[in-house]
């Protein structure tokens, strides 16, 4: 189900300073309404055909399923924080290796999805692997810079020695 972005129904507190804090604080909201219209839904199925189905319903009315639905989001959003902090702390370390973030990310993927609870495993699997692919990105990028900067100082050093060798060859008047 895609979720629908309305920037008009979510306004910042003065306490969200980052991207990151607005967003878990949006996430946070739209699991809460989602919780509330599932149990609205539960409660209205359970109207509409009495006797026919029977609803758990606890923690102030709200069914076993809607709470599970909640539980849940709220166990997957946790975990795409923590991996979120793990995937940029990687990305940051690896300044610009991507051998080095390959072989680090993999290992922390491996882990990660090893200890999760399988009921949500391909939602942080796919979350992950997206996360990932950013990072990767970035990784990239840096390298590429790194790169460009390395070859830029090399030209420019080996500028220099020519320099220097015609002027010593126009000193001893080796004009070749």
């Known amino acids: 189900m895609p979720v629908q972005i ?3 129904s979510f306004t910042p507190t ?8 607005r967003l878990m604080n949006w996430s946070a909201k739209l699991g809460q309404e989602r919780s509330a219209k599932m149990a609205k839904q539960a409660y209205e199925e359970g109207l509409a055909a009495p006797g026919e189905k029977k609803e758990v319903k606890f923690f102030g009315g709200k069914t076993a399923e809607a709470f599970n639905k909640g ?3 709220a166990y997957v959003i946790g975990v795409d924080r923590d991996n979120t902090n793990e995937v940029n702390r990687i990305a940051l370390e690896s300044q610009g290796d991507l051998q080095n973030f390959d072989t680090a990310i993999e290992k922390y993927r491996q882990g990660v999805l090893r200890n999760v609870d399988p009921m949500a495993s391909n939602q942080i ?13 970035g990784v990239e990028r840096q390298a590429i810079e790194t790169r460009i900067t390395q070859d830029k100082e090399t030209r420019s050093s080996a500028y220099e020695t020519y320099s220097e060798e015609a002027i010593r060859n126009t000193r001893n008047q080796d004009l070749e």
Do not use: F, K
């Open 14 to 21: 003065r306490a969200d300073t980052s991207l990151s804090q």
């Open 71 to 73: 539980a849940m989001d």
């Open 6 to 8: 309305d920037p008009g």
């Open 125 to 137: 699997a796919m979350s992950l692997d997206s996360m990932i692919g950013r990072a990767r990105g």
